[in-house]
């Protein structure tokens, strides 16, 4: 049975740092590709982070240079950083697990709650 289960977040105030983390088990997770996405009250899901089986990064445009993705392959961890956090990164983050081949994400964690606020 696979699961994902994510750690982590809660309230912070702008421009503190966060980190996820998301344990993935029940698969080979060298063999997944792991994203990070979030959705805000109101909002669609957005793509936040994903990092390929091979280590390659990709970031939401935006988010450059204040998000950082990384994964343990030794541990089925991945994990993201979080710094110079501002209140509109408020949100629920999902951690997600795709096979290498699928066009969506295969598995989801339960989603953590990330509030940026004085």
């Known amino acids: 049975q696979v699961q994902v289960v994510q750690s982590g977040g809660g309230l912070v105030q702008p421009g503190g740092s966060l980190r996820l983390s998301c344990a993935a088990s029940?698969?080979?997770?060298?063999?997944?590709?792991m994203g990070w996405f979030r959705q805000a009250p109101g909002k669609d899901r957005e793509f936040v982070a994903q990092?390929?089986?091979?280590?390659?990064?990709t970031y939401e445009d935006s988010l450059k240079g204040r998000f950082t993705i990384s994964r343990d392959n030794a541990k089925n961890m991945v994990y993201l950083q979080m710094n110079s956090l501002r209140p509109e990164d408020s949100a629920i983050y999902y951690c997600?697990?795709?096979?290498?081949?699928?066009?969506?994400?295969?598995?989801w964690g339960q989603g953590t709650q990330v509030t940026v606020s004085a």
């Open positions: 997600g697990a795709k096979r290498a081949g699928s066009t969506t994400f295969n598995y």
């Open positions: 029940g698969l080979t997770f060298s063999d997944y590709h």
């Open positions: 990092i390929l089986r091979g280590g390659t990064t």
